[in-house]
C-alpha cells in the first residue's frame, strides 16, 4: 500500500465525471487499498478517486469507526436537512469549510472490489460522507452548493493569493509521507487526493 498525492481545487480532474468501472482486477484491489491508506494518513472521513488522480467511479469512507469501499455507486437521499449541523471542508479544498445542505439520511448501492453487491446506507456524518463522495465522482466539489454569502466568500478565499499559500503549504505537508503513484498500466493521473471531512482551522 502507498499514501497518494491529493489534488488540489484548479485541477481539471476534480472537475470531469468519473468513468464506471468495468475491470475488476487487481489494479482496482491495489487503488483501494492505496486510497484508504491515504485516507487514514490525512485523517479524511472519506476520499475519492479523482482527488488521488484517478477518474473511475470509487470512493473510500471512514466514519465513526465504519470503514468502505463503494465501486460505481447509486446514491439515495432523503429525509430532513441536516442544516447547519457540521462544517463540511475537502481535502482538495484545504482551509476552508462551510455549513452545507445535505439530507439527513442516504444510501449507496454499488459494487465492492472482487464486483459483488454491496449496499452502504446511514444517517447524520455517514450521510453527508456518502453524499460528498459521490459528489466527486461526478466532478462537483462541496463549494458548488453553497449559496449567496458562503459562496461569495469561499470564492473569494479560493481566488485570493493567500489561498495559494495555503494549498502550496499542504501540499508540501503531505508530500512528507507520499509513496508509491498507482500501478502503472493503469489510467493517467492529471489530479490528487482529496477527502471529505470536518475543516481543520
Not at 503513484?181 to 481543520?200: I, L, Q, Y
Request: charged share 25%; aromatic share 4%.
Amino acid at each position: 500500500m502507498a499514501v497518494l498525492s491529493i489534488r488540489m481545487i484548479g485541477d481539471p480532474i476534480l472537475r470531469t465525471p468519473a468513468a464506471e468501472v468495468t475491470d475488476f482486477g487487481p489494479e482496482l484491489a491495489r487503488l483501494v487499498e492505496d486510497m484508504t491508506e491515504t485516507m487514514i494518513d490525512v485523517q479524511g472521513a472519506g476520499l475519492a478517486a479523482p482527488q488521488v488522480g484517478i477518474g473511475l467511479q470509487v470512493f473510500t469512507y471512514r466514519v465513526d469507526g465504519v470503514r468502505g469501499h463503494v465501486v460505481n455507486p447509486v446514491l439515495e437521499t432523503d429525509g430532513a436537512s441536516q442544516g447547519e449541523s457540521d462544517v463540511e471542508g475537502c481535502l482538495s479544498v484545504p482551509g476552508l469549510g462551510s455549513f452545507v445542505d445535505r439530507t439527513e439520511w442516504a444510501r449507496v448501492t454499488g459494487k465492492d472490489v472482487s464486483g459483488q453487491d454491496v449496499v452502504v446506507e446511514g444517517r447524520g456524518m455517514l450521510a453527508r460522507a456518502l453524499q460528498h463522495e459521490t459528489d466527486h465522482l461526478r466532478g462537483t466539489l462541496y463549494i458548488d452548493r453553497l449559496q449567496g454569502e458562503d459562496r461569495r466568500n469561499a470564492l473569494r478565499a479560493i481566488r485570493s493569493a493567500d489561498y495559494n499559500r495555503v494549498t502550496s503549504r499542504t501540499a508540501a505537508e503531505r508530500s512528507r509521507t507520499l509513496g508509491s503513484s498507482f500501478t502503472p498500466g493503469s489510467p493517467p493521473a492529471p489530479g490528487g487526493t482529496g477527502a471529505f471531512g470536518r475543516t481543520t482551522r
